[in-house]
């Protein structure tokens, strides 16, 4: 069946970087709608960045300019580079794969993202 596992997490400063790694199973991501979403503590899940079949992307507003979601097929994995972090983007981030109606949607398990100095 379908896995999807990130990796990338961990602390880092205000103003730093990090690229989250997602790595699918089961599925062919350059078939699927695949996306990064975000948890953070009392708040509810909202979807960070979106790359289509065709490669379109898009991005919450409070991250356009600082993220890049991305594809490479060769790997069967997804991305999610992130720059000038701030405290605000500390969350679970969750990777999320779509092909309706062929298949239901699948998240990975997350990987935390805590920024802080």
């Known amino acids: 069946q379908v896995q999807l596992v990130e990796s990338g997490g961990g602390l880092v400063q205000p103003g730093g970087s990090l690229r989250l790694s997602c790595a699918a199973s089961?599925?062919?991501?350059?078939?699927?709608?695949m996306a990064w979403y975000r948890q953070a503590p009392g708040k509810q899940r909202e979807l960070v960045a979106l790359i289509t079949r065709g490669g379109g992307t898009n991005y919450a507003d409070s991250v356009k300019g600082r993220f890049t979601i991305s594809r490479d097929n060769a790997k069967n994995s997804v991305y999610l580079q992130m720059n000038s972090l701030k405290a605000e983007d500390t969350a679970v981030y969750y990777c999320?794969?779509?092909?309706?109606?062929?298949?239901?949607?699948?998240w990975g398990q997350g990987t935390q993202v805590t920024v802080s100095s």
């Open positions: 089961g599925i062919i991501v350059s078939m699927y709608a």
């Open positions: 999320y794969a779509d092909r309706r109606p062929i298949a239901t949607p699948s």
